[in-house]
């Protein structure tokens, strides 16, 4: 019996030792997923074969842009707020195989111009017909994600002779006109936290990223207790040490890393991303002129509308649109095709690619 004790104690030990030796390198690879996530873009990046350029409109306005070797009809890719073009690094790489890649940095991020009278959408609008007319010098399939779906949208109704077909990533229609805006999250996380740092007076102590982290509405889905113990806390600690390094918290998963990474942008316009642009929806003055419904019941081209599954806490959307606007938006497009809910955050691209490289090569088949 004592044999047989100490024969089942060392199995016990033997297992207890594996399952810690499991957890220990689970542990481990949930760590360095984490902190080293931006080298596997970069790293993709660099094998893309897509490079950095930039082109100068007449009035002098900059746009800069990656662009990827020919070889294939043009697209012109469009990213969403507060990242550059190297946003898409995760599909470059698949969509040059078949396209020759144009992906462009919105006024107001990246490299391009930062100027608050460029900022508005018919504004940008013109500047990317601009583009396509004279730096693509072709009609292009174009692709936009988020704010930049509502300009590809834009894009796609007013110069449908230069769109041959469009993939609209779940972009914020009617969800961000002003009667509902302030119900949403990108509004109450993003857009009046800016437009209250920008209008209040502070010291220099008191960056973007330390505002963020003590206004952010992501703070009621995590409770005050958990989301100053695990966020606001550490990051303003870090914050204390060197003001103009942005944490990385190792407990949080790539997505939370990077939106403390997005808040690395300057309340003068100098940085990755202008804050003013983020106001201009807060007023509501980025969309003079765009009406969205009948912008969309003007969109004639071939066109996918992609959405991902959205929730809602306390009566604040936390997504770009609910499952009604979507299908709103598929009915007003005469010639659209609706992917609904994707089982995806809101970066439909990075989170899951092939999905968004086959909807764009499946739009070539659509075009006359």
């Known amino acids: ?212 982290v003590r206004h952010s509405h992501l703070r009621t889905l995590f409770g005050d207790k958990g989301w100053a113990k695990l966020v606001r806390g550490p990051v303003e600690r870090r914050l204390d040490l060197d003001p103009h390094r942005i944490p990385r918290l190792w407990w949080l998963p790539p997505t939370m890393n990077r939106a403390l990474a997005l808040t690395a942008c300057l309340q003068d316009g100098t940085g990755d991303y202008d804050l003013r642009y983020g106001e201009m929806f807060y007023d509501g003055t980025w969309f003079g002129g765009f009406d969205q419904t009948e912008t969309l019941a003007r969109v004639r081209v071939p066109a996918t509308l992609l959405h991902t599954t959205v929730h809602e806490q306390d009566g604040v959307l936390l997504g770009a649109m609910t499952h009604d606007d979507a299908r709103r938006a598929h009915v007003l497009m005469p010639d659209c095709l609706l992917v609904d809910r994707i089982p995806s955050g809101h970066d439909i691209h990075r989170q899951r690619p092939a999905l968004f490289v086959d909807a764009i090569n499946a739009l070539r088949g659509r075009i006359g």
């Open 1 to 212: 019996m004592s044999s047989h004790r100490s024969a089942v104690a060392r199995r016990a030990g033997v297992m207890g030792a594996i399952g810690l030796g499991i957890a220990t390198s689970a542990l481990a690879g949930y760590v360095t997923r984490n902190l080293t996530y931006d080298r596997r873009e970069a790293s993709l990046l660099a094998s893309s074969g897509v490079t950095q350029r930039s082109a100068t409109m007449p009035d002098g306005a900059v746009i800069s842009y990656g662009e990827g070797p020919p070889g294939g009809d043009p697209l012109l890719l469009i990213p969403g707020q507060q990242v550059s073009w190297t946003d898409y690094a995760s599909v470059l790489g698949a969509l040059s195989q078949d396209w020759h890649v144009f992906a462009v940095d919105c006024f107001g991020h990246g490299g391009s111009a930062k100027d608050p009278a460029l900022y508005p959408a018919l504004r940008q609008t013109a500047a990317l017909a601009w583009f396509i007319d004279t730096v693509i010098g072709a009609p292009a399939v174009v692709a936009g994600h988020s704010s930049g779906g509502l300009l590809a949208a834009r894009l796609s109704a007013d110069s449908p002779d230069l769109v041959r077909a469009a993939l609209i990533e779940d972009a914020p229609f009617f969800a961000t006109e002003s009667d509902r805006a302030p119900g949403t999250f990108a509004w109450r996380d993003g857009f009046r936290p800016m437009h209250e740092f920008l209008s209040t007076p502070h010291d220099a102590s008191m960056t973007w990223t330390r505002h963020w």
